[in-house]
């Protein structure tokens, strides 16, 4: 079982160029989520979805956008990105709306 | 408004000594979990508390669900440098996501 991965580990993008940060588990879970920590502080949650087909919005969702075709994957797209948007990505999945497994992270940084 | 309070938000302690953070909020969570982050990782679960007063040990750390379920604390006896991280707590209620903490991002010094 390898988890949660997400790729790729570290990114730079310029001002206004978009990239997709991909997400997948093999654990079977329903539930997958996606959050951004910024230095030195908590998670905060962007997107998650209960299920392939049905995504909702997250505490901070601006600039994002997801989708979920198969229970496996998630990815997060950024369409124009911003300086704002440097942060470090975590997905994670969870079998209900209890325990959360994460992945390592994407290290993103915009100029 | 921050749903739950983490306290302290920093703690820098030597080896050997003993410590508690603590989880606050004002609303009751069915179930509260504590997560510890260490540098460049994802978050990795250490423990889930689901009944009022329910207290579990994990080695060297107590945690411990007040009895409303609207507060938690961690204890850790003797801490290590290995115990050195950013630990979240987080709480699940109904149907919307967990909510997290803010984290206590703990140094234990050799």
């Known amino acids: 079982n390898a988890g949660v991965t997400q790729t790729p580990k570290f990114r730079i993008l310029k001002i206004g160029q978009s990239m997709t940060l991909q997400c997948t588990q093999d654990?079977?879970?329903?539930?997958m989520y996606w959050y951004r920590q910024d230095p030195g502080m908590g998670l905060k949650l962007i997107y998650y979805?209960?299920?392939?087909?049905?995504?909702d919005k997250g505490e901070v969702p601006n600039g994002y956008n997801v989708s979920r075709s198969t229970t496996e994957d998630f990815p997060l797209r950024l369409e124009l990105a911003a300086p704002s948007q440097t942060s470090v990505y975590f997905c994670?999945?969870?079998?209900?709306?209890?325990?959360?497994?994460f992945g390592p992270g994407t290290r993103l940084t915009v100029t | 408004t921050q749903l739950l309070e983490q306290s302290p938000q920093f703690l820098s302690i030597q080896e050997g000594e003993n410590l508690t953070v603590y989880c606050n909020s004002s609303?009751?969570?069915?179930?509260l979990q504590w997560y510890r982050q260490e540098p460049g990782e994802g978050p990795v679960l250490l423990v889930t508390?689901?009944?009022?007063?329910e207290v579990k040990k994990l080695k060297r750390l107590t945690f411990q669900f007040g009895d409303a379920r609207k507060d938690s604390s961690l204890h850790i006896t003797a801490a290590q440098p290995g115990d050195t991280g950013l630990y979240l707590c987080?709480?699940?209620?109904?149907?919307?996501?967990?909510?997290f903490g803010k984290g206590t991002r703990l140094s234990v010094i050799a």
């Open positions: 609303s009751v969570f069915s179930s």
């Open positions: 994670a999945s969870s079998y209900d709306r209890g325990e959360q497994y």
């Open positions: 508390v689901v009944t009022g007063g």
């Open positions: 654990m079977n879970h329903n539930y």
């Open positions: 979805s209960v299920g392939a087909g049905i995504t």
């Open positions: 987080a709480g699940a209620r109904g149907n919307t996501p967990l909510v």
